[in-house]
């Protein structure tokens, strides 16, 4: 496609339920990362993929929080027995490689009840 | 920590006039510092980006101006038009690792005509 796809857009879940947020980057881009968009806040640093390289996980919150990205496109963002903080926007941005511009996708707004 | 501090939080401008921002940094290893603007429900967009360098980049209305000494950079927007009204966040990383960007909290910027 021609930008960063993200779905869904919008979830509620109940709390301690788990759920899946899914990025697709844009064709080509072999760098793709997460970030976290909590209301009133910045963008806070969640995980980065470059090609075949181990994922940067540092930014990962708790280990409720997994990504995974299959044939160096597609990532998916899991998180586990979400919490009520875990309540925000979840971005997805990709780029052609490390150090070049980063495209972000519009979010999956995530409210956790 | 929040890495990178903004201010102000909100600023009001009218048609015409010049916006500016601020940004302050502590980690002295930063060395790339972009602008990105977000209007709500779009995810981030590079707006402009400086390099330690220059002390200072124009592109059209968009001016960053960076001191290093002080280890401040800012955003000034000439002409402020309505359609600039939106969330301005200045952001920082190094360069061996540009991917990993440390937001500010964020300036909302409302252009009254």
């Known amino acids: 496609g021609a930008g960063v796809s993200q779905s869904p857009s919008n979830k509620v879940t109940e709390k301690g339920k788990d759920v899946e947020l899914r990025c697709d980057p844009i064709?080509?881009?072999?760098?793709l990362y997460w970030y976290r968009q909590s209301l009133g806040q910045g963008l806070e640093f969640l995980i980065y993929?470059?090609?075949?390289?181990?994922?940067?996980k540092s930014g990962l919150p708790s280990d409720r929080f997994s990504a995974e990205r299959t044939g160096g496109s597609v990532s998916t963002l899991t998180i586990q027995r979400t919490q009520q903080e875990d309540s925000a926007v979840y971005l997805c941005?990709?780029?052609?490689?490390?150090?070049?511009?980063?495209?972000f996708g519009e979010g999956s707004w995530l409210t956790v009840v | 920590q929040q890495q990178v501090k903004q201010s102000p939080q909100s600023l009001i401008v009218q048609k015409g006039g010049i916006s500016i921002i601020n940004c302050a940094y502590e980690?002295?290893?930063?060395?790339?510092f972009p602008w990105y603007q977000q209007f709500p429900g779009k995810g981030p967009a590079l707006l402009i980006a400086?390099?330690?360098?220059?002390s200072e980049k124009k592109e059209g209305r968009f001016t960053i101006s960076f001191n290093k000494s002080a280890k401040q950079f800012s955003l000034h927007i000439m002409d402020s038009q309505p359609g600039d009204s939106a969330t301005y966040f200045c952001?920082?990383?190094?360069?061996?690792?540009?991917?990993?960007?440390?937001f500010g909290a964020g300036t909302t910027v409302t252009v009254r005509a």
């Open positions: 941005a990709s780029s052609g490689n490390s150090g070049n511009t980063i495209y």
């Open positions: 064709s080509g881009h072999t760098a």
């Open positions: 993929f470059q090609g075949n390289s181990a994922p940067d």
């Open positions: 980690n002295t290893a930063f060395d790339y």
């Open positions: 400086i390099r330690p360098d220059v």
């Open positions: 952001a920082a990383s190094r360069r061996s690792n540009d991917y990993k960007l440390s």
